[in-house]
C-alpha cells in the first residue's frame, strides 16, 4: 500500500523537483523559490522559503551529510544553503551563465556537480567552492545526472537521448544513445549487483525519457576493462513521457513520474508494478525516496507535493496494482464523463452533460460554439471554465516529444508568442522581455545583445500551432 499523508501547497507555479535529507523535505518552483520542511510534523522550517534566485529553480539536492543544500536556475547559477539556519553560503556562476538544469553532490561531498541547457557539465570543488574540471555533451541541454556510489563516476542525460559516463576527471569513458526523444531523468541504485558467474559487480541504473520509457541498465566499471553498459530491460506503463525516475535507498523499487499524472512504483528485480498512484491533476515532474523511513514525496505542475506513506511489507499477488490502467479518454463512457466532471469541481454540469449524452468522444469535440449553442451554457465564464478544463485533458493526451525547436530555451517550455532576439534564435516573448530587463546579453551564447528589439516569429508561431492540432485529432 502508498498511502497518501500529506499535501504541501505552498509553492505558487509548478513545482519542479524535489530532494530528502535525513530529517528534512526541499522542494523547487517555477516561482524562484526553494522550501524546506521539517520530515517529523511536515511544517515548513522558519527560514524558508529561500530566495534568490531571479528565475525558476529546476533542480536541488542535499549534500550526503544533509548540511548543505544546492539549488539551480535558469538565471545561470547554482547556490549553495546551509540546511541549518538558511544562510546562503555561495553562488556559483556556470560558464557562459547559461541556465542550469540539474545539480548532484557526489557520495562524499568532494564535488558538485551541474549541468546546463548548453551542454556544459561542471564540477565544483567543495573545499575551494572553485570550478575543478568541466566538459560538454555531444549535443542538447544536460538535464540529468547521477553519481555512482563510490563516486568513481557518474552518468548524465541529454535531451538529445543520449547517455554518458564520465570519470572523476570529467573524461568521457562511454557514450549510448538510450531514448530516441530525449532523455530526462536518470538515477543510480546505491545497492550494487553481483555477478557470481563472473566475480563481476554491476551498478543498476534507471532512465527515462520522452518516448514514454523507463529502461534499467547495468554498470560496470573495471580498470582492466574499462566502462560496459549493458541494457536491462524496459519498464512499460505510462502513456506519455516520462518525467522522473528514482531508486529506493534499498534499491527494491523505481519510482517515476510522468506526462500522464500518474506515479508508478515498481519492484526493481522483476519489473512489475506494486502501485499507480493518479492524485496529481496536472504533469509529474518529480519523485523521490526518503533515505532512512518509508516515505515518498512526488510532485507536479498542479502546485503541489504529495507525501505517500509506503507499507513495506512484501506484496501480495492480490493488491500488486492500486490502479488500473486508465481508459483513454476518447473511449470514456458517460459515467466516467461525469466523473471527470465532478474531479474538475464542475459537478453542477453533470445532469446536463448526460442528457446530451456526453462520452469521452462527444467531451473532445465540444467547441465554444456547441456548449452555447447545444448545451445552452449562458454564462461566458462558466463556459470558459469548462473549454479550459477540456483543453487541459487534450493536451494530457499529447504523448509525443514536443519538437525542440517550439521550446523556449529559457523556460523549455512549448511557446505561445515566440520572437526572434537580435542573436538569432527564438523565445517567449515574456520570457525574454523579463530577461532583458536584467541583463543585456543572449541567453544562449552570453554575449552583448546588438539591440533589445524582439521581433515576431510569425512562421514559427503558425508551425506550432499546426502542431497542436495535428496532436488533438
Same mark, same amino acid.
Given at each position: 500500500m502508498a498511502t497518501l499523508i500529506h499535501t504541501l501547497a505552498d509553492h505558487s507555479d509548478d513545482v519542479n523537483y524535489c530532494a530528502f535529507s535525513s530529517s528534512c523535505l526541499a522542494t523547487c518552483s517555477l516561482d524562484k523559490t526553494i522550501r524546506v520542511y521539517s520530515l517529523s510534523n511536515f511544517t515548513e522550517l522558519p527560514y524558508s522559503p529561500l530566495k534568490g534566485h531571479t528565475y525558476a529553480v529546476h533542480c536541488c539536492c542535499f549534500s550526503p551529510s544533509g548540511r548543505v543544500l544546492a539549488s539551480c536556475s535558469t538565471d545561470g547559477t547554482t547556490a549553495l544553503w546551509d540546511a541549518r539556519d538558511g544562510r546562503r553560503l555561495a553562488v556559483l556562476e556556470q560558464p557562459r551563465a547559461s541556465p542550469v538544469r540539474v545539480c548532484r553532490f557526489s557520495p562524499e561531498?568532494? +564535488?558538485?556537480?551541474?549541468?546546463?541547457?548548453?551542454?556544459s557539465v561542471v564540477l565544483w570543488n567543495m573545499q575551494s567552492l572553485k570550478l575543478y574540471r568541466s566538459g560538454n555533451v555531444k549535443c542538447g541541454s544536460l538535464v540529468a545526472c547521477a553519481f555512482s556510489p563510490n563516486g568513481n563516476f557518474f552518468v548524465t542525460g541529454s535531451s538529445s537521448g543520449d547517455l554518458t559516463i564520465w570519470d572523476d576527471k570529467m573524461r568521457c569513458?562511454?557514450?549510448e544513445k538510450a531514448h530516441d526523444? #530525449?532523455?530526462?531523468?536518470?538515477?543510480? &541504485?546505491?545497492?550494487?549487483?553481483?555477478d557470481s558467474e563472473n566475480g563481476f559487480t +554491476?551498478?543498476? /541504473?534507471? &532512465?527515462? #525519457?520522452?518516448?514514454?520509457?523507463?529502461?534499467?541498465?547495468?554498470?560496470?566499471?573495471?580498470?582492466?576493462l574499462g566502462v560496459e553498459l549493458k541494457y536491462k530491460c524496459t519498464l512499460n506503463g505510462h502513456s506519455a513521457p516520462v518525467l522522473a525516475c528514482a531508486f529506493s535507498c534499498d534499491g527494491q523499487m523505481i519510482v517515476s513520474g510522468s506526462v500522464d499524472k500518474c506515479v508508478i512504483i515498481y519492484e526493481t528485480s522483476t519489473g512489475n508494478t506494486l502501485h499507480t498512484l493518479s492524485q496529481h491533476t496536472r504533469y509529474v515532474t518529480t519523485c523521490a525516496f526518503a533515505p532512512h523511513s518509508p516515505l515518498l514525496a512526488t510532485g507536479s505542475m498542479d502546485k503541489t507535493v504529495h507525501i505517500w506513506q509506503l507499507d513495506l511489507r512484501q506484496p501480495c499477488a #492480490?493488491?500488486?496494482?492500486?490502479?488500473? &490502467?486508465?481508459?483513454?479518454?476518447?473511449?470514456?463512457?458517460?459515467?466516467?464523463?461525469?466523473?471527470?466532471l465532478c474531479a474538475q469541481d464542475l459537478a453542477d454540469f453533470v445532469g446536463l452533460f448526460k442528457m446530451n449524452n456526453i462520452n469521452g468522444k462527444e467531451l473532445l469535440n465540444l467547441t465554444k460554439e456547441s456548449l452555447a449553442n447545444e448545451l445552452k451554457i449562458e454564462s461566458l465564464g462558466q463556459r470558459s471554465k469548462?473549454?479550459?478544463?477540456?483543453?487541459e485533458l487534450r493536451m494530457t493526451m499529447i504523448s509525443v516529444s514536443v519538437p525542440d525547436e517550439f521550446l523556449c530555451p529559457i523556460t523549455r517550455e512549448l511557446m505561445n508568442d515566440p520572437v526572434i532576439a537580435t542573436d538569432g534564435y527564438s523565445y517567449e516573448r515574456e520570457a525574454m522581455e523579463n530577461w532583458i530587463s536584467?541583463?543585456? =546579453?543572449?541567453? /544562449?551564447?552570453?554575449?552583448?545583445?546588438? =539591440?533589445? /528589439?524582439?521581433?515576431?516569429n510569425r512562421t514559427l508561431k503558425m508551425a506550432i500551432s499546426r502542431w497542436l492540432e495535428t496532436q488533438q485529432k
Open positions: 561531498a568532494t +564535488y558538485l556537480l551541474s549541468g546546463a541547457a548548453d551542454g569513458l562511454y557514450n526523444l #530525449g532523455v530526462t531523468c536518470c538515477d543510480i &541504485s546505491s545497492h550494487p549487483v553481483s +554491476y551498478f543498476q /541504473m534507471a &532512465s527515462c #525519457g520522452q518516448d514514454n520509457q523507463i529502461k534499467l541498465w547495468l554498470i560496470l566499471f573495471a580498470d582492466f #492480490g493488491d500488486t496494482v492500486e490502479n488500473e &490502467s486508465k481508459v483513454a479518454v476518447e473511449d470514456w463512457s458517460e459515467d466516467e464523463v461525469s466523473a471527470w469548462v473549454l479550459q478544463k477540456i483543453e536584467n541583463r543585456r =546579453s543572449s541567453p /544562449m551564447t552570453n554575449l552583448p545583445l546588438h =539591440s533589445l /528589439m524582439l521581433t515576431p
